[in-house]
């Protein structure tokens, strides 16, 4: 049983676009997240939310909007691609609301190629 | 403002010998430091962290050293195994409650482990 799960696990589309990426963890933790990785391998965080509420929101434009129906879910929905939206998203879960000593787990990532 | 820095891209061992992996940070706020684990075409995993009040942590064939005045941890890997080979993220965060306590990832390191 997949602890954190997200798809798909690769989504080509054009620029202009609008997607999403569905993530939903079993492992009942409180907290989830999206992370993007880009070209330049860092992982950094776009958004966190507690319990359905918005507690981290990073400096990203506003074409990205986070949607957690319940607890479990946490989907991202890009409109207006861009090439440089191009990145594997992740998709986390922890237990704490804000997990600066507890780990995270993680889903096994989005490869989004905007063309 | 990369306040993790992973210097070295990659890291080539033959098995059984010691793995040193490093890790620098500029933030001297960071008060809490883990590494994971990623493999290909999956999530990071959680391998070991460390308490800025600690200079030493084991776990088996793991073992993070810290120092603080330095601004530096290292992951040893002894003996390394041919399964070791991975990407490592070294990640900190500040401690504390705020919703400035998020992780902030270096950029990682690709570990190849030679049989």
């Known amino acids: 049983d997949t602890a954190v799960s997200q798809t798909p696990k690769y989504l080509v589309t054009q620029m202009g676009n609008d997607k999403s990426i569905k993530c939903e963890q079993n492992?009942?933790?409180?907290?989830m997240y999206w992370y993007k990785q880009d070209s330049k391998k860092f992982l950094k965080i776009m958004f966190s939310?507690?319990?359905?509420?918005?507690?981290i929101n990073e400096t990203v434009p506003n074409r990205f909007s986070p949607k957690s129906p319940d607890k479990a879910h946490l989907n991202l929905h890009i409109n207006s691609l861009e090439l440089g939206d191009s990145a594997v998203y992740f998709c986390?879960?922890?237990?704490?609301?804000?997990?600066?000593?507890?780990?995270?787990?993680f889903g096994s990532g989005t490869q989004l190629s905007v063309l | 403002d990369q306040q993790v820095k992973q210097n070295s891209p990659s890291l080539s061992v033959q098995e059984g010998r010691i793995s040193i992996l490093n890790c620098d940070y500029t933030?001297?706020?960071?008060?809490?430091f883990l590494w994971y684990k990623k493999y290909p075409a999956e999530g990071p995993t959680f391998l070991i962290s460390?308490?800025?009040?600690?200079d030493k942590n084991e776990d088996g064939r793991f073992t993070v050293f810290l120092n603080k005045s330095a601004k530096h941890l290292s992951l040893h890997i002894v003996p390394s195994q041919p399964g070791d080979s991975a990407v490592y993220f070294c990640?900190?965060?500040?401690?504390?409650?705020?919703?400035?306590?998020?992780?902030?990832f270096g950029k990682g390191i690709t570990l190849s482990v030679r049989p």
């Open positions: 492992l009942g933790h409180d907290t």
């Open positions: 460390i308490s800025s009040i600690k």
């Open positions: 933030n001297s706020m960071f008060d809490y």
């Open positions: 990640a900190a965060s500040p401690g504390g409650t705020g919703a400035n306590s998020k992780l902030t």
């Open positions: 939310y507690n319990n359905k509420e918005l507690i």
């Open positions: 986390a879960s922890s237990q704490v609301r804000f997990p600066t000593n507890e780990k995270l787990f």
